[in-house]
């Protein structure tokens, strides 16, 4: 049942905190990933709303298993092309399919309410914005605050249908058979068929947003030198190294997250050392022994918020000064490794300030030994760069370059 599918990926994701596009790419069946993959990414883009229009339906809050019910029940009845009469029923019928059957009532209540219209959602205010917008009000204010020019293309953003994506070292644009509709300087813009899918799986080519690969190259020339990826999970740029002549070591915090960077490396047939390592403190043997450290941050991921659709779920104002906190700490502990004369990236998908530029800035002021350098990239830059998401597929990233001067 494809609409049970749904549920177990939608729960995993909203309850479990599981990466959307992960959990549906483990969906064999091809139809019943495409059908659970357009419902999916359809609650998420509306998640602000479906939960006021809950919240106006219920004296109070359901258990979250419920509610990620309801709230793909609720997604059916406003945007998917079935009957009202069906998505009630078939919403039923799945409660009562799962641990929960005994609240099928009360499920059937609120979804009858909702086909009816019982609810009025705010049309000013606060709530009408998260709700349009699709964000808390919170991260709204600082976009806002931050880009005053430019918020409206961030906040409604929409991803180009196109994929970006990467020929393996060697491999010739022969293979795409025309399968592409722009190239890039790193790769191509390409619709997501069965041609480009089994080159996928064949090694041949992998999926690497466009802005993310500009990381890589803002390091230079890297063939025959050492390179530290010290947050490397899931392997993209530590592979793209690789293929570039670098001698990459790829660490992560998590064993589960390192093992996705060896799986990569071993499907794009490069090699990697990886090594599981807490980037937030420095290593005493990789004291100054890289010619060049990458340190891609977690971070709050809003320059990316056209594609990934969970960023919404567990995102507020708040987490940006924790999240800069560590981002702090990495850029301390990756700076360690770098070598006289050797070159530091710092990288995020975010559009915020406090992630970006008061984060390397920060860092600079600590460490006179570093300065801005200009990046080996076809864009205007003084060391650093801030991409934001536009309608051609670029997505919001930060890269900075920094030189570490020779004793």
Known sequence: MKLRTAYEVLSAVIRGGAYSNLALNEIPDESERAYVTRTVYGVLEHCFELDAILSALSDKRPKPEIRVLLMLGLYCLRYSDMPDYAAVNETVELCKSLP??????????????AARREYKLSEKGKKAEEI?????????????????????RILVSVPREEEHVRLAAGVPESVLQGAYCEKTITGYYVKNNSVIKNLYEEGKLTYQGFTSTLAVLALGEVAGKTVL???AAPGGKSVFLAERGA????????????????SYAKRMNVRINTVINDGTS?????HHRFDAVLIDAPCSGLGALSRRKDIVLN???????????????LIEAGADAVAPGGTLVYSTCTILKEENG?????????HPDFVLEEMPLPYKNKGELQFLPDEKG?????????????D
């Open 394 to 406: 670029t997505e919001g990233f930060y890269i900075a370059r920094l030189r570490r001067k020779k």
């Open 100 to 113: 929960f059957a005994q609240a099928s009532g009360f499920v059937n209540s609120v979804m009858n309410r």
């Open 229 to 231: 990826d010290l947050c």
């Open 247 to 262: 001698k990459v070591t790829g660490c992560d915090i998590f064993p589960q997250r390192v093992a996705l960077i060896e």
């Open 315 to 329: 995102r507020s104002a708040g987490d940006i000064a924790t999240l800069s906190a560590l981002q702090k700490k």
């Open 132 to 152: 349009r917008c699709n964000l808390p009000y919170s991260l709204i204010e600082l976009i806002k605050k931050q880009y005053p020019r430019a918020y409206r």
């Open 282 to 286: 420095a290593r005493p043997e990789w």
């Open 358 to 366: 008061e984060v390397v800035f920060d860092f600079m002021s600590r």
